[in-house]
């Protein structure tokens, strides 16, 4: 077989002398140097999977994050770990507290009540605004993923059925091309990611959250701005009464922090 080097000189006499001038010495790059994952990444990537953690309930409402436990589980050193907490505070995940270090961030029943109302308006107006702007490919793709989620329901795959339906509601969000609402709508939604995924722990409320996605496909290919707000508003209201129901049953645990 020939060597890395023979290769590249090969490929290259195949090229105009001006093209072999600007290639880049590949034959002379280490294999760590090819696969070393940059410091930003690394921490993007801690905080994904604790994300995930946290939404599925793995990391429950008021947990203490352990930095040496985490270190080890998720097998990197304590600063991207730290710099992924930062991210997931920000997001509203994660409290950092001083002295004390991080811990799960715990909603109240008011505090659930309070903010699914505001997610409630910010993606009723984003669905408005979606089913006047959004493109043919883009409403291709939604319902190609609406498949996908069916699938997945059909196979009661509750965390690949959540993570397409996240993938749904931000492409719809995406298509009303409004960078402010955008933004504050992800801000707000992050905090109710674990709470919205396990809204569905109820087969029925389930069923009923699955009829009303087939219905926002339909209303976005009808173009039904009127409609889709209202459907999504009502949507939203349905997964903050099968959460609080959960919580007073004692079902779900948002946290020990009291009601107010």
Known sequence: MPSVLHTKCVCQA????????????????????????????LHQEVAVRLRQRIVEGQ?????????????????????????ALKMLAAEGLVELLPNRGAVVAQMSAQDVADTFEVIAGLEG????????????????????????MMAAFTRRDLPTYYRINAQIHTLINAAARN?????????????????????????????????????????????????????LIEHLMHKRDAVLELMKSGQLDAGSKASA
């Not at 290639?23 to 280490?30: E, R």
């Not at 107006?125 to 996908?148: K, M, N, P, V, Y």
């Not at 569905?200 to 409609?227: P, Q, T, Y």
């Open 125 to 148: 107006q984003s669905g408005e605004l979606a089913a006047q702007r959004i493109t043919d490919a883009e409403l291709a793709e939604i319902r190609a993923l609406h498949f996908e």
């Open 59 to 83: 990391l429950a409402p008021g947990a203490k994050l352990n930095e040496r436990e985490l270190s080890e589980l998720l097998n990197v050193s304590r600063t991207p770990l730290r710099e």
């Open 179 to 231: 960078p402010v609402l955008a933004q504050t709508w992800r801000n707000v939604n992050a905090r109710l990611q674990a709470l919205r995924f396990r809204s569905n722990f109820d087969e029925a409320k389930w069923k009923r959250a699955v009829k009303e996605h087939e219905r926002m496909v339909e209303l976005l290919g009808a173009r039904d701005a009127a409609g889709l707000r209202a459907l």
């Open 14 to 41: 195949k090229l105009p002398y001006s093209t072999r001038q600007v290639l880049p010495p590949i034959a002379y790059q280490t294999m760590a140097e090819i696969i070393s994952i940059p410091r930003q990444v």
